[in-house]
């Protein structure tokens, strides 16, 4: 087992994660209860990570984040370093890559919420991010949960992405997924075992938490 790229693989998902949260908050809220014309691509471009094949998705990303970019060169400038191929890049592409295994089941979660409550909070002179922060958010709470799950386990697995945008770096840009497939490129089938085993594991228990979330949320309902 590398447990180098284990720690630098649960490092990677929780700093992803906890990144996301903003940006997820607040894309979620028009997502569920906005009407505006450009919705539809709001919605299209948010969802794009689950249907683009990892290879293109990288290749954007390392074009995006590249020296030639306006945001690498700034980054380099800044730190002396590039963004591609180090972990503040990886962090970026992640946080892109999971939005839309955050956003949908809080969407949906908040999509459930009952909009007499956000009326009732409306004319007691709340603000609409009032309303949505102290009364649509707490009640989708699990679609939040959810979402913060289903992130940080995708972050752990994710391959394509993060050999393209990352490379293969020990100790810096070498996750656990890079490592199983270097393991099987060696022909250490007993190490790639172990790990793939672990993955196995963290995904399976993954699955069966949410699952059992959004049955507490339809019982709820």
Same mark, same amino acid.
């Given at each position: 087992?590398?447990?180098?790229?284990?720690?630098?693989?649960? %490092?990677?998902?929780?700093?992803?994660?906890?990144?996301?949260?903003?940006?997820?908050?607040?894309?979620?809220?028009?997502?569920? $209860?906005?009407?505006?014309?450009? %919705?539809?691509?709001?919605?299209?471009?948010?969802?794009?990570?689950?249907?683009?094949?990892?290879?293109?998705?990288?290749? $954007?990303?390392?074009?995006?984040?590249?020296?030639?970019?306006?945001?690498?060169?700034?980054?380099?400038?800044?730190?002396?370093?590039?963004?591609?191929?180090? /972990?503040?890049?990886?962090?970026?592409?992640?946080? /892109?890559?999971?939005?839309?295994? /955050?956003?949908?089941?809080?969407?949906?979660?908040?999509?459930?919420?009952?909009?007499?409550?956000?009326?009732?909070?409306?004319?007691?002179?709340?603000?609409?991010?009032?309303? $949505?922060?102290?009364?649509?958010?707490?009640?989708?709470?699990?679609?939040?949960?959810?979402?913060?799950?289903?992130?940080?386990?995708?972050?752990?697995?994710? /391959?394509?992405?993060?050999?393209?945008?990352?490379?293969?770096?020990?100790?810096?840009?070498?996750?656990?997924?890079?490592?199983?497939?270097?393991?099987?490129?060696?022909?250490?089938?007993?190490?790639?075992?172990?790990?793939?085993?672990?993955?196995?594991?963290?995904?399976?228990?993954?699955?069966?938490?949410?699952?059992?979330?959004?049955? %507490?949320?339809?019982?709820?309902?």
């Amino acid at each position: 087992m590398d447990w180098e790229a284990l720690r630098l693989s649960l %490092k990677l998902a929780s700093t992803s994660t906890v990144m996301l949260l903003p940006v997820g908050l607040a894309l979620a809220f028009p997502l569920a $209860y906005g009407r505006f014309r450009g %919705k539809a691509l709001l919605e299209a471009c948010t969802t794009l990570p689950l249907i683009l094949p990892p290879t293109v998705l990288g290749f $954007y990303l390392i074009v995006a984040l590249g020296p030639r970019s306006p945001l690498g060169h700034a980054w380099e400038n800044l730190t002396g370093s590039p963004l591609v191929f180090s /972990f503040s890049g990886l962090l970026l592409a992640q946080v /892109f890559t999971n939005l839309p295994f /955050f956003l949908q089941p809080l969407v949906s979660s908040l999509g459930g919420v009952d909009r007499r409550l956000l009326e009732v909070a409306s004319t007691l002179n709340a603000s609409r991010t009032d309303a $949505y922060l102290r009364v649509a958010l707490p009640l989708a709470w699990r679609g939040l949960l959810s979402g913060m799950i289903l992130t940080f386990a995708h972050a752990i697995g994710e /391959f394509g992405v993060v050999l393209m945008v990352g490379g293969n770096l020990p100790g810096r840009t070498r996750t656990a997924s890079i490592a199983l497939f270097d393991q099987v490129q060696s022909f250490d089938m007993a190490g790639a075992n172990r790990t793939a085993l672990l993955l196995l594991g963290l995904a399976f228990t993954v699955l069966a938490c949410t699952a059992w979330l959004r049955g %507490k949320e339809r019982a709820w309902r």
